[in-house]
């Protein structure tokens, strides 16, 4: 059974830092893409980075680049969002998820690509 849980979301000040971490049973991250997504209110969900190992590609959106970073522990089997400036604009909830080898480039963009997610964490960013 393939589970995926989040922690490390809080409420902090505009310019604080976070890190989020994804811990993944069921499956060996280094043989999966691995993605992180986050859910505004009262928007739709939205891509914000992912890694693929095999390959060693890593993607960001054009929003979070140059303050989040996304890492990994094999070891530990967990992926992690370092989160840096945040601003109340990246008030969210963020989930990660999994998704097989594909063949499709952008594959990390859609959520359709991954087939099981986190129940996600809150960050909350206040001005």
């Known amino acids: 059974q393939v589970q995926l849980v989040e922690s490390g979301g809080g409420l902090v000040q505009a310019g604080d830092s976070l890190t989020l971490s994804c811990v993944v049973s069921g499956r060996t991250i280094g043989n999966y893409g691995v993605g992180w997504f986050r859910q505004p209110p009262g928007k739709e969900r939205e891509f914000v980075a992912a890694v693929r190992w095999g390959s060693g590609k890593i993607y960001y959106a054009d929003s979070v680049k140059g303050r989040f970073t996304i890492s990994g522990d094999n070891a530990k089997n967990t992926v992690y969002l370092q989160m840096n400036s945040l601003q109340p604009r990246d008030t969210a909830k963020y989930s990660c998820?999994?998704?097989?080898?594909?063949?499709?480039?952008?594959?990390?963009?859609?959520?359709?690509?991954?087939?099981?997610w986190g129940q996600g964490t809150q960050v909350t960013v206040s001005s």
């Open positions: 998820g999994i998704a097989p080898p594909r063949t499709l480039e952008t594959w990390y963009l859609s959520i359709y690509e991954y087939d099981y």
